[in-house]
């Protein structure tokens, strides 16, 4: 059995699958990887002895760009002769799927992990449905990785119900809890760091990872830790992950308050966020759209309470007072009431705690993802192939 994955940008074949095709491999599938160009290739190389095939592939509309990648797409099938396309990220899906259907690939699968059109309106909602439809057209099976996620897409009527799966419990990769486990980090390590950082050891920190853009939730994460800082004194907004101002910039009284407010820590890009969950209180993710964030997953596998957004993937993974609150999206005032909340009940912050990793635990092991995902590549192959 042959399996090709594709991915936008080769960060995702890095992160959102990683440790994947390595256990393919190990269970008898030939493993072909594919994605945009990007530094990270010859770490993903390194780590699973394979070359990425580099596509044309762009996060941004792009109609004559997009229709070579259909192009080089079907060669590079034409060429591998896959039995399996599996496509993950919204360009990798509709480029993927397209190219594969041409080449008559027998089993073509796409992993649906968020979809932009949730906060889009008018035309742009419109186009964005219609690419939808036509991957999901072009694709013999689609796995939305949350539950919510594959209802909201059958009524919507982005895809068929026949064609629409969850496998395990959601997630697209699932959390490795040897890796994710704050036992790692000694008291020495987690103090260091947070002298690095300029926290005190009686600051309380609450802690947000991804990008620092609109759609997470970051303009109204900043003015309600504003708010906050006027009611409770020693805490501390530590913001790791990097800006994308070319896709959906901050407005500009967020970037000025991030820059000019001594308690807000930015950290970039960092490669392993492990570090700043053992060092915070509380994770916030105020996002307005996801599938289902790994990023959830890894806090709770720390051991922190979350405050999240009522959305697709967050509400799923946090029940709303037992390893977390749950707020609606857009909301500064929910918000800090929510980080007020459990600033000011440490009684109550440590239960949810002790609750976060159990859950995890419970039904996100990264061995139960993987093979309920390779079952699924058996099965279909067994079934369409011979």
């Known amino acids: 059995m042959k399996l090709l994955r594709i991915t936008t940008v080769p960060i995702s074949l890095n992160k959102l699958l990683q440790g994947q095709p390595q256990y393919m491999m190990q269970n008898d599938i030939e493993v072909v990887l594919a994605s945009a160009n990007g530094k990270e290739i010859p770490e993903i190389e390194k780590t699973t002895g394979l070359k990425v095939h580099v596509l044309p592939l762009t996060r941004k509309i792009s109609p004559l760009t997009d229709i070579r990648a259909v192009w080089e797409t079907y060669q590079l099938i034409k060429k591998e002769k ?11 899906g509709i480029v993927g799927m397209l190219a594969a259907k041409l080449a008559g690939v027998p089993i073509r699968m796409h992993t649906v992990a968020g979809l932009p059109l949730m906060q889009a309106t008018g035309l742009k909602r419109k186009l964005l449905n219609t690419v939808e439809r036509l991957t999901a057209w072009a694709a013999t099976e689609v796995y939305p990785n949350s539950y919510r996620l594959a209802d909201f897409m059958i009524q919507e009527k982005l895809a068929p119900k ?4 969850v496998l395990a419990n959601g997630s697209s990769n699932g959390i490795d809890l040897t890796y994710f486990n704050p036992e790692h980090f000694s008291k020495e390590q987690n103090a260091a760091l947070s002298a690095k950082l300029k926290i005190k050891p009686t ?8 990008r620092l853009v609109g759609d997470k939730g970051i303009n109204e994460l900043v ?12 805490i501390k907004l530590l913001l790791v992950g990097s800006e994308e101002p070319d896709l959906d910039p901050l407005q500009e009284l967020t970037r000025k308050e991030i820059k000019n407010n001594p308690n807000i820590i930015t950290t970039g890009w960092v490669d392993d966020v492990r570090p700043y969950l053992a060092i915070s209180d509380i994770f916030i993710f105020p996002s307005y759209r996801e599938g289902f964030p790994n990023v959830v997953l890894q806090a709770g596998a720390m051991g922190l309470p979350s405050i999240v957004t009522d959305i697709n993937g967050c509400n799923e993974i946090i029940t709303n007072g ?14 800090q009431d929510a980080m007020h909340s459990l600033l000011q009940h440490p009684d109550i912050r440590q239960k949810m705690s002790e609750k976060a990793r159990e859950e995890i635990e419970s039904k996100y092991k990264q061995e139960v993802v993987w093979a309920a995902l390779l079952a699924e590549y058996k099965s279909l192959y067994h079934k369409r192939v011979f």
């Open 82 to 92: 896959p039995d399996i396309v599996h496509t993950h990220t919204p360009k990798a």
């Open 162 to 165: 026949t064609k629409v799966k």
């Open 203 to 210: 600051d309380i920190v609450l802690l947000f990872i991804g």
């Open 223 to 234: 003015q309600a830790f504003t708010k906050l800082q006027k009611q409770v004194p020693d």
């Open 322 to 335: 037992h390893n977390g609150l749950i707020i609606p999206i857009n909301n500064v005032k929910a918000l």
